[in-house]
């Protein structure tokens, strides 16, 4: 048993945070690139597909550093979603993971459908024809879409699951763009009788139902862990400022009422900040019974943790905490969609 | 960064879970499955077979009679006591006087009374709260005055728990009533509850069992020689005794316990439940045992903290949430059980088809005793948050 980083670990959080706030003051950067130069794109992939190797904790530590930082970045939809999926294929593409561990090939995750349960078939149709695949469908908040992203694609097929790859600028492929309240770029997606060859395909049947289960499980993990970083931003904000306001001529930390407020968003955290660590330890466990069972108590109580931090937060800062120009309320936008994807799983 | 314990620590566990299994009386095993109250012998004798093997002091170190064990190591054991349905050591002998003697006792204390302390031939009782005096226990108004080699004291201690099978009791008293601060003028006395001018009185809690008591003092004499530590340091000691019972208390197996009982009443038809209340209780069963999972790796990361010797006040977070869940569990059960948890078995009567509303009804002060909830949200805010 042991709960420290190593000293590769704790130099990556270094990097990341420091990364992390660059960005944050600079919001017009390009992180993706610099997150490519720096090789954190590479982190979860094969050494023999141009990957560094790394596993969840440490994809953890990323996630952490990101959510600490308040950066919308597309980690979440494009590696630990769709790299994911290319990753734990039965046959992963190597050129493709090389190209997107590089930060040259964009990847996005699109998978949610209006009207269907993150769990059931999904109602994207594609069926086989002489020339190869087409694909009908509409997918909702794919996020993160960039001109020449790759989409990995959930969709039946003759009542099975079936997980491809279409290119976002295929024909037949149309996207409407708008944004989450958490800020992040969105698009709904519809594939219109698009071909696509037989290449693609990533898994079928039962291999593309326990693949979209493994990426669902990844992205949870990951949204553990950047919830865990919201959550301490959000604490010492809130600390921060229950030391330095005044009311009725005293610090508002003198207020019993509000220093109990602050206690309870502590409890929360930490009780998410471990189960942000179980999902890292059990997300690649072989037993899949282990797995299940760990995300789905790690989606229960993050859940509930996001939404009694955020909403603390706002109250202890009274008025500003309601304001779109304070990061205490972009994060408790942010932390409520995260809450809201924990119990849709 | 890994959850798995080290081979050694798992061969420890399969170690201590043999004992239990071999060593529990079934009686007692089946008392502390189904939440009943247990028989002074049923606790006097399970400390004594840990206590042949020198288990029975998990947290004293080697030189004082305990089996030296790691923070991980005493976790390990706890938790397979409370999955054998073992009854713990007397907290009060165990993890509240014994160390304090240790730390702060004399050589003739430590002599005459940790290897008593640790087989149960004494049992000791906390005299700590007092009417005017519970979580602002400083304010306390027992009076101790020096009378030649012995104290006279004075005064009414309040919810003493098992004073009524206890044979001593550690108490806190007033030895200098002018000391410029309220916890300057404190003394810690060991008082043989045999002397004369001790009255222990029973008082029957909400749950119908007699646990706690009130013990009235009077003109009774305390040879200085029962002193622990030096004459007005008494808070000193507390503090360290009461750091001690705050440690390591989520009790995660004990709430895993109920759990299980919710579990088996849920799968029984006598619950009478439609499949929609069923339905609905298994997922607060499922919401509750999440939490649990979550408090417990919180937990191992406290001790791990504590293993490479640093004290962490985020112990106050295992207090709150322990109590939290092992309260929720219980209502739970109350729930679920349903009409065949009314009867109620009071005081001397013969027991109750279930334990459940008794269970409810004990656990209301967990979040009371110990340093109350609201209590450690103050700790939690001054020493961690730093508010």
């Given at each position: 048993?042991?709960?420290?980083?190593?000293?590769?670990?704790?130099?990556?959080?270094?990097?990341?945070?420091?990364?992390?706030?660059?960005?944050a003051g600079n919001p017009s950067g390009d992180l993706w690139a610099k997150m490519a130069e720096l090789g954190l794109l590479a982190a979860p992939f094969a050494e023999e597909h141009g990957g560094l190797g790394l596993g969840p904790v440490e994809t953890m530590i990323l996630a952490e550093a990101a959510g600490r930082a308040q950066v919308?970045?597309?980690?979440?939809?494009?590696?630990?979603?769709?790299?994911?999926?290319?990753?734990?294929?039965?046959?992963?593409?190597?050129?493709?993971?090389?190209?997107?561990?590089?930060?040259?090939?964009?990847?996005?995750?699109?998978?949610?459908?209006?009207?269907?349960?993150?769990?059931?078939?999904?109602?994207?149709?594609?069926?086989?024809?002489?020339?190869?695949?087409?694909?009908?469908?509409?997918?909702?908040?794919?996020?993160?879409?960039?001109?020449?992203?790759?989409?990995?694609?959930?969709?039946?097929?003759?009542?099975?699951?079936?997980?491809?790859?279409?290119?976002?600028?295929?024909?037949?492929?149309?996207?409407?763009?708008?944004?989450?309240?958490?800020?992040?770029?969105?698009?709904?997606?519809?594939?219109?009788?698009?071909?696509?060859?037989?290449?693609?395909?990533?898994?079928?049947?039962?291999?593309?139902?326990?693949?979209?289960?493994?990426?669902?499980?990844?992205?949870?993990?990951?949204?553990?862990?950047?919830?865990?970083?919201?959550?301490?931003?959000?604490?010492?904000?809130?600390?921060?400022?229950?030391?330095?306001?005044?009311?009725?001529?005293?610090?508002?930390?003198?207020?019993?009422?509000?220093?109990?407020?602050?206690?309870?968003?502590?409890?929360?955290?930490?009780?998410?900040?471990?189960?942000?660590?179980?999902?890292?330890?059990?997300?690649?466990?072989?037993?899949?019974?282990?797995?299940?069972?760990?995300?789905?108590?790690?989606?229960?109580?993050?859940?509930?943790?996001?939404?009694?931090?955020?909403?603390?937060?706002?109250?202890?800062?009274?008025?500003?905490?309601?304001?779109?120009?304070?990061?205490?309320?972009?994060?408790?936008?942010?932390?409520?969609?995260?809450?809201?994807?924990?119990?849709?799983? | 960064?890994?959850?798995?314990?080290?081979?050694?620590?798992?061969?420890?566990?399969?170690?201590?879970?043999?004992?239990?299994?071999?060593?529990?009386?079934?009686?007692?095993?089946?008392?502390?499955?189904?939440?009943?109250?247990?028989?002074?012998?049923?606790?006097?004798?399970?400390?004594?077979?840990?206590?042949?093997?020198?288990?029975?002091?998990?947290?004293?170190?080697?030189?004082?009679?305990?089996?030296?064990?790691?923070?991980?190591?005493?976790?390990?054991?706890?938790?397979?006591?409370?999955?054998?349905?073992?009854?713990?050591?007397?907290?009060?002998?165990?993890?509240?006087?014994?160390?304090?003697?240790?730390?702060?006792?004399?050589?003739?204390?430590?002599?005459?009374?940790?290897?008593?302390?640790?087989?149960?031939?004494?049992?000791?009782?906390?005299?700590?709260?007092?009417?005017?005096?519970?979580?602002?226990?400083?304010?306390?108004?027992?009076?101790?005055?020096?009378?030649?080699?012995?104290?006279?004291?004075?005064?009414?201690?309040?919810?003493?728990?098992?004073?009524?099978?206890?044979?001593?009791?550690?108490?806190?008293?007033?030895?200098?009533?002018?000391?410029?601060?309220?916890?300057?003028?404190?003394?810690?006395?060991?008082?043989?509850?045999?002397?004369?001018?001790?009255?222990?009185?029973?008082?029957?809690?909400?749950?119908?069992?007699?646990?706690?008591?009130?013990?009235?003092?009077?003109?009774?004499?305390?040879?200085?020689?029962?002193r622990v530590g030096e004459e007005n340091q008494g808070w000193t000691y507390a503090k360290y005794l009461l750091s001690n019972e705050r440690t390591g208390i989520a009790r995660i197996g004990m709430t895993r316990r109920i759990l299980a009982r919710v579990a088996e009443a849920l799968a029984s038809v006598e619950a009478g439940l439609s499949?929609?209340?069923?339905?609905?209780?298994?997922?607060?069963?499922?919401?509750?045992?999440?939490?649990?999972?979550?408090?417990?790796?919180?937990?191992?990361?406290?001790?791990?903290?504590?293993?490479?010797?640093?004290?962490?006040?985020?112990?106050?977070i295992l207090k709150i949430k322990g109590v939290e869940l092992r309260q929720a569990a219980s209502e739970l059960l109350l729930r679920v059980v349903g009409p065949a948890g009314y009867a109620f078995a009071y005081e001397g009567q013969n027991e109750a088809p279930s334990e459940a509303a008794s269970n409810y009804f004990t656990l209301r002060?967990?979040?009371?005793?110990?340093?109350?909830?609201?209590?450690?949200?103050?700790?939690?805010?001054?020493?961690?948050?730093?508010?």
């Open positions: 048993m042991n709960f420290d980083l190593s000293e590769d670990q704790a130099m990556l959080k270094d990097t990341a945070e420091r990364l992390f706030a660059q960005a919308l970045t597309a980690y979440a939809g494009s590696i630990a979603a769709a790299g994911t999926a290319l990753r734990l294929a039965s046959a992963p593409p190597a050129a493709l993971i090389a190209g997107l561990a590089l930060g040259e090939v964009p990847f996005a995750w699109a998978h949610e459908e209006v009207g269907v349960a993150s769990d059931a078939a999904r109602r994207a149709q594609g069926r086989w024809t002489n020339e190869g695949w087409v694909v009908s469908g509409r997918k909702t908040n794919v996020v993160h879409v960039v001109e020449g992203a790759q989409l990995v694609v959930t969709v039946t097929v003759d009542g099975a699951p079936v997980v491809l790859m279409i290119p976002s600028d295929a024909p037949g492929v149309s996207r409407r763009d708008y944004r989450l309240f958490d800020g992040t770029p969105a698009s709904e997606v519809s594939f219109d009788d698009v071909a696509v060859e037989i290449s693609v395909v990533l898994a079928c049947g039962a291999e593309a139902a326990v693949l979209t289960e493994r990426v669902r499980q990844h992205l949870v993990a990951f949204r553990a862990a950047e919830a865990v970083g919201l959550m301490q931003a959000l604490l010492d904000a809130t600390l921060e400022h229950l030391k330095t306001r005044r009311q009725f001529g005293e610090p508002l930390s003198s207020f019993q009422a509000l220093r109990h407020k602050a206690a309870d968003m502590l409890v929360a955290l930490e009780q998410s900040r471990s189960m942000a660590m179980l999902a890292a330890l059990s997300v690649e466990d072989a037993d899949a019974e282990v797995r299940r069972k760990a995300i789905a108590q790690v989606r229960s109580v993050v859940g509930k943790s996001c939404k009694l931090v955020a909403q603390s937060a706002v109250q202890l800062h009274g008025g500003i905490g309601v304001t779109e120009e304070h990061p205490v309320g972009r994060g408790f936008r942010q932390l409520t969609l995260i809450d809201l994807e924990m119990e849709r799983g | 960064m890994d959850l798995s314990f080290s081979p050694e620590d798992i061969a420890f566990r399969d170690q201590v879970r043999a004992f239990v299994a071999q060593n529990l009386s079934p009686d007692t095993r089946r008392k502390v499955e189904e939440g009943r109250a247990l028989e002074k012998a049923d606790v006097v004798d399970w400390q004594r077979t840990l206590n042949r093997v020198g288990w029975a002091t998990p947290s004293w170190r080697a030189s004082a009679g305990g089996p030296g064990w790691s923070a991980v190591q005493r976790y390990i054991f706890m938790d397979e006591l409370y999955a054998g349905c073992a009854p713990e050591p007397l907290s009060f002998n165990v993890s509240m006087i014994g160390p304090v003697l240790i730390a702060y006792g004399s050589d003739e204390q430590k002599a005459r009374f940790l290897a008593a302390t640790a087989n149960l031939d004494i049992w000791w009782a906390q005299g700590f709260s007092e009417p005017g005096a519970g979580s602002d226990l400083a304010s306390l108004s027992a009076t101790a005055v020096r009378d030649g080699d012995h104290y006279v004291v004075n005064g009414q201690k309040l919810w003493q728990g098992m004073a009524h099978r206890a044979d001593w009791m550690f108490t806190l008293v007033r030895t200098d009533p002018n000391a410029a601060k309220k916890q300057g003028g404190i003394s810690f006395l060991l008082i043989n509850l045999r002397t004369p001018g001790v009255t222990i009185r029973p008082i029957i809690t909400i749950d119908g069992r007699h646990e706690v008591n009130e013990v009235f003092l009077d003109d009774v004499r305390v040879p200085v020689g029962d499949e929609a209340e069923r339905a609905r209780y298994a997922g607060e069963a499922t919401a509750i045992e999440a939490e649990l999972r979550a408090l417990e790796i919180t937990q191992l990361r406290v001790l791990a903290a504590q293993q490479a010797g640093q004290t962490d006040p985020r112990s106050s002060a967990a979040s009371i005793y110990g340093g109350a909830s609201e209590v450690q949200k103050n700790i939690i805010a001054s020493s961690v948050l730093g508010l």
